[in-house]
């Protein structure tokens, strides 16, 4: 657990949520680790997992897209007791195509003693460049069981 995350303020908690997000993108789940608690619940479409399987979700859609550091924008973050609400996009990459993605996602975590104790997200894909003068792809809700962007 790192020292600036554990007074519980707002900004610590966000300060939190948002070094958990640039984890994520890089891929580096052992830097995850101290900042999610042992007894962690994720609540997704995909069902409740604990922190193992939030990791295997983390490395799975390392395996699906590539992402850049910066591929998580937080276009909104309110902190209310102590859950942090967190609108988010973020662009990525087909590894498979190469097709460059943009997903707009929510997540309201609650962070107590500087780590992520429970989290509620959900992830939409809003669009992807035109194919064959086609529009962007139509919204679709991103949930596959093992593999969930619900993360």
């Known amino acids: 657990m790192q020292d600036e995350y554990l007074d519980d303020t ?6 939190l949520f948002r070094r958990l997000i640039e ?5 580096d789940v052992d830097a995850l680790r101290p900042l999610v608690a042992a007894d962690y619940v994720g609540h997704t479409a995909a069902g409740d997992r604990d922190w193992a399987e ?6 799975n859609f390392h395996q699906i897209f590539e992402y850049a550091p910066d591929s ?3 276009e909104d973050q309110f902190v209310e007791g102590d859950k942090v609400a967190t609108r988010m996009t973020a662009h990525v990459r087909s590894r ?7 997903m707009i996602g929510i997540n309201l975590a609650v962070i107590r003693g500087g780590q992520i104790r429970e989290e509620w997200n959900t992830w ?5 460049p035109a194919k064959d003068g086609e529009g962007a792809a139509d919204n679709a809700s991103l949930s596959v069981r093992g593999a969930s962007t619900s993360g």
Do not use: N
């Open 10 to 15: 707002p900004g610590a908690r966000k300060d």
């Open 124 to 128: 939409e894909m809003v669009g992807s």
């Open 96 to 102: 498979e195509t190469g097709e460059a993605m943009t």
């Open 54 to 59: 939030f990791r295997q979700s983390i490395l």
């Open 23 to 27: 984890l994520y993108a890089l891929g």
């Open 72 to 74: 998580f924008i937080v």
